[in-house]
């Protein structure tokens, strides 16, 4: 059977109007989807307060990223047979359905079906928004343009926590979900009249049984993850049962995706060394990212003493060097090229990490801040140069797959080591707090000393033992994360092979069409 498919970006969307009200559109959608993402964190207390269902709590979180994350792979193969523009289209709908649903939840229950549909939207925006990116400009042009979509998502992403307290505080929680609605209707509008693709489709082979052990192995794995060390201890059947699920599903869709003639996943593009290097350097770099965004305001706030203030101190510098870097980073991983731009940013990040190490409870937050400072320069270039790559070294007709499998390896990497990382931090506080002093649950207890005002009211011995057992915690995850960074950087040193002179040599050969035959 034959494939064909006929696109040429460049003719199709030439520099000027057109293209950029194309452009505005993608930073619409990413920003929507960054947003999403976080916004809720601060508006769930007063959620829960009116829909009740506290146990249900998490689910809120768990369900927009299980299927966010699971359905990543998926859109980008089928934007690789379809085109970009329907499985774009469908995407923003499921978002957009979802936000809008989500704000007329009237239980618990409602509010996390609604946001699984959401989440399975959002698996759609982020890697069709730079693969579209990677359709519409040549790689230098692109090298100028996604370093400031991946700035924009971290500082969006970062921005709303804040941004959801000020809406729910001045209106309600439900315009947390709906100030997005009208934003997504207008993206919606903008890529339906400026996305252009002309895809010449023959008959073509969708893997549906990859794509469902694909799903099932993910959602086994992130449930394990995910309630492992909470809703049962990570020995109890449960973890085992559904790691051992997991195992097979995916050693399944391993078995499937080598036999069928169009896969899900084309395994044959990580033969290829920036595609190899930039998949395992996501994975990693998703580890450190997130460990150290979810991880160190915790030093500030539960052994420091620090309120939240001190917890933006330490993370806000992260966010400014990643954005910093992000908007000139293009330009270095265009001068240096691949393996040089990604070893400086790996051995940034694994600089900006060694430090924490050795913070004490008389550390400055200027001191800790400047680490962050340091890392996020580190995952500015290393996020750029881990997209840019792999985009120029496989044609059209698998640039949406790869595109979105990098990026689905940076969100499973960081689902995957928070949830161990933070089993890590649960063992260390209840080997340091006795079982006579839990007159509450572990997370009540944890959750007081993180206020100023309730830690008060603990007692002096609790309160010791709780922020002994965090900072015993918190320096092993400290150290992970170090050695984590460190093994990216290794991995990169050995394995990366920079693409110069490929990158003009891609400029001048960028396919205008793609034949593959099976």
């Known amino acids: ?32 989807a960054a947003l999403e993402g976080t916004v809720v964190t601060t508006a769930l207390p007063t959620i829960v307060g009116e829909l009740h269902g506290l146990t249900l709590y998490p689910w809120v979180f768990a369900a927009y990223l299980l299927t966010s994350t699971t359905s990543v792979p998926i859109y980008g193969k089928l934007a690789d047979l379809y085109g970009r523009k329907p499985v774009f289209m469908v995407g923003l709908a499921l978002f957009l359905l979802g936000t809008a649903l989500s704000g007329l ?13 959401q989440g399975l939207g959002a698996g759609a925006v982020l890697p069709l928004t730079f693969t579209v990116l990677g359709d519409i400009y ?25 941004f959801g307290a000020l809406i729910t505080a001045t209106l309600s929680w439900r315009w947390v979900f709906f100030v997005n609605v009208p934003v997504c209707i207008v993206t919606s509008l903008l890529l339906w009249a400026f996305l252009r693709e002309r895809v010449d489709r023959r008959r073509v082979s969708v893997d549906y049984l990859g794509a469902l052990t694909l799903t099932l192995g993910l959602v086994a794995a992130l449930l394990a993850v995910l309630e492992g060390g909470k809703a049962w201890p990570w020995s109890a059947w449960q973890s085992l049962g559904l790691f051992g699920a997991a195992a097979l599903l995916l050693v399944a869709f391993v078995v499937v995706e080598r036999r069928v003639p169009d896969p899900m996943i084309p395994f044959r593009a990580f033969r290829i060394g920036a ?18 965004m979810s991880f160190v305001p915790l030093y500030a ?27 000139g980073s293009g330009k270095l991983f265009v001068t240096l090229g691949f393996r040089l731009s990604s070893l400086i940013g790996t051995a940034l990040i694994a600089a900006g990490t060694a430090p924490l190490i050795l913070v004490t409870p008389a550390s400055p937050l200027l001191l800790i801040g400047a680490c962050m400072a ?49 089993a890590v931090l649960n063992a260390q506080l209840t080997a340091r707090v006795p079982a006579e002093q839990l007159t509450q649950d572990l997370d009540t207890l944890v959750s007081s000393l993180l206020n100023p005002e309730s830690r008060a009211a603990l007692p002096a011995d609790l309160a010791g033992n709780l922020s002994l057992g965090m900072a015993d915690g918190l320096h092993l995850i400290y150290l992970a994360v170090f050695a984590i960074a460190a093994i990216g950087l290794l991995q990169v040193a050995l394995f990366a092979q920079g693409p110069e002179p490929a990158i003009a040599q891609h400029e001048a050969s960028e396919p205008t069409s793609v034949e593959m035959v099976h």
Do not use: D
């Open 1 to 32: 059977m034959t494939t064909t498919r006929t696109v040429e970006p460049g003719a199709l969307v030439k520099p000027g109007r057109q293209r950029q009200l194309l452009t505005f559109s993608l930073m619409l959608a990413m920003g929507v």
């Open 275 to 292: 595609v190899a290097v930039s998949s395992v350097g996501n994975l990693l770099v998703g580890v450190c990212m997130f460990g150290l």
């Open 105 to 117: 939840s009237a239980s618990m229950t409602q509010l996390i079906v609604f946001r699984a549909v």
């Open 138 to 162: 040549t790689i230098r042009e692109r090298a100028k343009v996604q370093p400031l979509f991946s700035s924009i998502w971290g500082v969006l992403s970062i921005a709303g926590p804040p």
């Open 374 to 422: 340091v890392a996020g320069f580190g995952f500015g270039l290393s996020s750029t140069s881990f997209i840019l790559a792999p985009q120029a070294a496989v044609p059209w007709g698998l640039r949406g797959a790869i595109t979105s499998s990098t990026q689905f390896f940076r969100t499973i990497g960081g689902a995957v080591g928070v949830s161990l990382l933070g």
């Open 301 to 327: 706030q539960g052994v420091q003493g620090q309120g939240a203030g001190g917890a933006s101190a330490v993370l806000i510098p992260m966010l400014l060097g990643w954005s910093m870097m992000a908007l």
